[in-house]
Structure formats: C-alpha cells, structure tokens
C-alpha cells in the first residue's frame, strides 16, 4: 500500500520537525523552575522563552499566558470564573452568573456551560446560520445584565467557520461582560490578535499547531486576576498550580514560533488545495452538500455532507485504503448521533449522517489530494449501492 496520507489535522498534528529536536533537548533540562539554583534557573528561562513565543503567535504579552495541562482545561479555566463568588475570592466576574455561548463550541466549553446551567446559572447557546455564524443581534439580545461571561469559538473544529471576534467583543463589552474566545483551530492557520480583537481570555492547545499533546495556555489580558481550577502552587503567577510541563511548554514555544514563520506561507497554499478538493468532490459525486462558510472559513478545512451514507463507514474505507479523515470532532466520534455541530447548521438529517471533515496540513501535497479524489468516488458508490437511506431517493 502507498504511503498513508493524514488529512485529520483537526483533530491533532504531527509534531514539527524542530518541535521534535527541541523535545529531544529538553530531555536534558530536568530542573524545577521553581528552585532557585542553577538548575531551576536554566528550566525558568527557557519556560519564559517559550512563554514569550507562545505569546507572540496571538500578540499578547508574555505575562498574559498562563500555560495548562489542555485547550479543554484552559477552557474550563476560564467558564469555571462564573462560578466564583465576593465570599470566595477577588475574580473578575464580581456576582454577575451568566454566560453566553454558541451551539457549536467544542465539547470542552459546550458541557463546562451545561454544568454551569445544572448549578443553577443563566446559560444561553446561540444558534448559527446555515454556514456556521452566529447572529450578532441574537447575541445583542441575550445579553443581560447578568451575563457575566461571552464565550464564542474564534473558528471551529469542524467545519472550519470564523466568527467575527471583535464585534463579538464589542457587543460584550458595551454591557461590561468579559470576552472569551477559543482559539485553538484558528491559532497557526490565520492571524489571530487578542489587543486588535479586544478579547479578555484566548485559548491554546499546543497539539493542534504541531506541538505535544497535553499542553495549551490560557491567554489573560491585563493581567485580571482569575482564579485557578488547579490549587496548590505558586506556578504560573497563582492561576495555575502543579510543577510546570517543562518538556511540553518548551515545545509548545517552538510550535508557535514555528507557525509564525510558516503561517503567511501555507495558508494559501492550504487555501487552494482545499479548493481543489471542494470542486473535485462536487464534480465527481451527486447529492454533496458542503459545509461552513465560504469565505470567513479556515485554509486548510473541508466537511461535507453525502446523502444516504453512514461518515463513519466512509471513514473506515478510507482508512483501509490508508487515508485519515474524521468525521467531525474527535471527541463525538463513536457515537452514532450527528454532530452537533452540523445539526446546528441545519443540515438535513439523511445527508448529516454522512458528513465528513478532511483536514489538510503543513505536509498535505498536491498528490495526497489527487489520491483522495482517486478513492473517494467509487467508496461513496458502493457505499450508496448498499444504502436503502439512498435508494429511496430519486
Ligand atoms: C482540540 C480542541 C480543544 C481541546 O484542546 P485539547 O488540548 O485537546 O484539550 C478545544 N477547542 C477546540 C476548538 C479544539 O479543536
């Protein structure tokens, strides 16, 4: 069999080539960056190196990030502040309990909101358009006085759509709630800019843009004092407790730094071969509904919807003829429900069973797409043939 071709970088990367080295590098450097000796000092200085990186990839300062265990746990970081009180602590939020989120959030934020509206909080999930965008007169609308926090996804997993921040932002702010965005998609494939944007709260998985897994930040602007999920420690200036992933960390700098030199670059690249894919899948095969928006969309993302087909035996074809795809988030995977994602775009249900996500990445050629043009077709075909869901229609 050829060469298995990866187009799941939703999902997670590979790591980056000078990731790996400096992983290698760092297996060396074993110090505390908490201990004030030599060794502790050497661990400090290349944790603030990393910090400084990770932070320039999303224009924030340095002292703005504050490294975690995950995207998930900076994500239940910053929807957890709800939950603080006058009593507990001095965060942010002060008494105002509510949040505003949207349909298509990544399970992270989705079921954190969920548990917030158990405990008894005003929680409101904004519905998307047909592309995948919120409404910013149905975010004006819901927002209370007593919302606290606006949580709305910069771009999602999924189907790749970009929401538009600022005004997002703005709505938020003129009724003096705090602005979260997950980042996670968009870092490393389009600019993203916390100052230009005016969010409060940005979050990063380092897995994502080809660093480890096991590692993200929270980005905190200006330094707001928030409260930990993880107690116990000094680390990350008191938000964040526990030795720090120095291995991860350092590596997560790299991937950032990486992203900013390769970013301008791949993004059109990506951006075309995506192209090509779309109009080979539609040429080639009847009753397709592509999915997202078609300009405010990540480069490299493409889901589409094939009537009267299960995603996921689509995906196991594929992956015996050695291609990865996913049929949405990781995450939903094994369930046999449609994602929640694209029943929120509205998309009927006989064609959201057989949606799947193709993620292209900084090693997807040209040829990976022409071999997935090549198999694609006659998997769809036989899948249909032995589809009652698709003979039944015309
Ligand atoms: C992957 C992902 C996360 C979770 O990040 P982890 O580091 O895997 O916990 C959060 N949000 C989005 C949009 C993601 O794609």
């Known amino acids: 069999m050829p060469q298995p071709i990866y187009l799941d970088h939703n999902a997670t990367t590979p790591l980056h080539p000078e990731v790996k080295r400096v992983v290698v590098e760092m297996l060396e450097v074993f110090g505390n960056p908490s201990s004030l000796h030599t060794f502790g000092r ?3 200085e290349r944790v603030d190196a990393a910090r400084a990186k990770v932070a320039a990839l999303v224009h924030a300062r340095p002292e703005e990030v504050v490294f975690t265990g995950s995207g998930s746990e900076a994500n239940n970081t910053v929807l957890s502040l709800l939950r603080c009180t006058k009593e507990t602590c001095r965060c942010v939020l002060g008494s105002r309990r509510g949040l505003v989120t949207t349909a298509i959030e990544h399970p992270c934020v989705l079921e954190t ?14 519905g998307v358009d047909r592309q995948g965008r919120i409404d910013l007169e149905a975010l004006r609308a819901a927002l209370t006085p007593e919302v606290g926090l606006v949580s709305i996804m910069t771009a999602n997993n999924e189907i790749g759509t970009i929401q538009d921040i600022l005004a997002a932002a703005r709505l938020a702010h003129e009724v003096g709630a705090l602005f979260h965005t997950d980042a996670v998609q968009a870092a490393g494939k389009i600019p993203v800019d916390v100052a230009a944007w005016e969010v409060d709260f940005l979050t990063l998985s380092a897995h994502k843009i080809y660093g480890p897994k096991g590692v993200g930040a929270l980005v905190v602007r ?12 000094h680390q990350e200036a008191g938000r964040r407790a526990g030795t720090e992933n120095t291995i991860g ?25 995506r192209d090509g894919l779309r109009r080979g899948i539609l040429e080639n095969i009847p009753d397709v509904i592509v999915n997202g928006h078609p300009e405010h969309t990540l480069p490299g993302t493409l889901n589409v919807s094939f009537l009267g087909v299960e995603g996921e035996a689509i995906l196991l074809y594929l992956d015996a003829v050695g291609i990865a795809v ?16 694209i029943m929120a775009l509205g998309v009927p249900v006989e064609y959201a069973h057989g949606s799947i996500r193709i993620s292209l990445g900084r090693e997807t050629t040209e040829k990976d797409i022409e071999r997935m043009l090549v198999e694609l077709p006659p998997i769809i075909a036989k899948l249909r043939a032995i589809s009652s869901a698709y003979r039944r229609k015309p």
């Open 42 to 44: 050497e661990a400090r």
């Open 113 to 126: 909101a969920k548990f917030l509206r158990r405990l008894g909080h005003p929680v409101t999930f904004l």
């Open 222 to 233: 200006g330094n707001m004092p928030i409260c930990p999920l993880i107690l116990g420690g």
């Open 249 to 273: 960390i350092v590596a997560m700098g790299e991937a950032a730094r990486q992203r900013q030199l390769e970013m301008a670059a791949e993004a059109p690249r990506l951006a075309a071969l």
């Open 326 to 341: 996913s049929t949405g988030s990781a995450c939903a995977s094994g369930s046999l429900e449609p994602s929640h994602v």
